[in-house]
């Protein structure tokens, strides 16, 4: 082997564990940037089920109830007060459900449902000069003695069981 062959051949050695170093390197440095991707994801999914937690404390019956009574208003008044109110707060925070699992969304979007519900069936049951305060004694009422009115609670429990599966 001549002079000329052996540092073609060690300059073919050269550029080929330079290329190697060069793809390790760059693995590293995608390896880094996923972890750091994967935190932030994370994160944001356990914001996201902070808010489902706070959403679901918010549109409690008994909660809308105490946050949006108003003395001296009828009962039509305040039944359009909860469901708005309830309404609102679901569609303010709607875009969480990209961030949190299929079945804690589906359990925020039913207790929305139900509670809409309630309360319009409610006060569909109340002459039309009934009050705020005569339909605000129904809904309670029907909260403490009916399973449908601690559905918050076991909604809350579903969204703390799945944020904890989210978060090992």
């Not at 060690?10 to 550029?15: E, H, Q």
Request: glycine letters at 2%; proline letters at 4%; hydrophobic letters at 45%.
């Amino acid at each position: 082997m001549d002079t000329t062959t052996i540092i073609l051949c060690l300059a073919i050695v050269g550029l080929l564990a330079s290329f190697l170093s060069y793809i390790f390197w760059q693995q590293r440095k995608n390896a880094k940037a996923d972890e750091k991707n994967e935190a932030i994801t994370k994160n944001l999914r356990l914001q996201a089920y902070e808010r489902l937690m706070l959403l679901t404390d918010r549109i409690a019956l008994p909660n809308v109830i105490s946050r949006v009574s108003q003395p001296g208003i009828g009962a039509r008044d305040m039944q359009h007060l909860i469901t708005r109110s309830v309404k609102e707060e679901f569609d303010h925070n709607i875009t969480q459900q990209i961030y949190v699992s299929p079945e804690a969304w589906t359990a925020v979007k039913n207790l929305k449902d139900q509670n809409m519900l309630i309360v319009n069936q409610l006060a569909s049951t109340l002459p039309p000069t009934a009050t705020a305060l005569d339909l605000n004694k129904l809904l309670l009422e029907y909260l403490m003695h009916d399973r449908k009115g601690q559905l918050h609670e076991v909604v809350s429990e579903v969204i703390a069981y799945a944020a904890k599966k989210a978060a090992p």
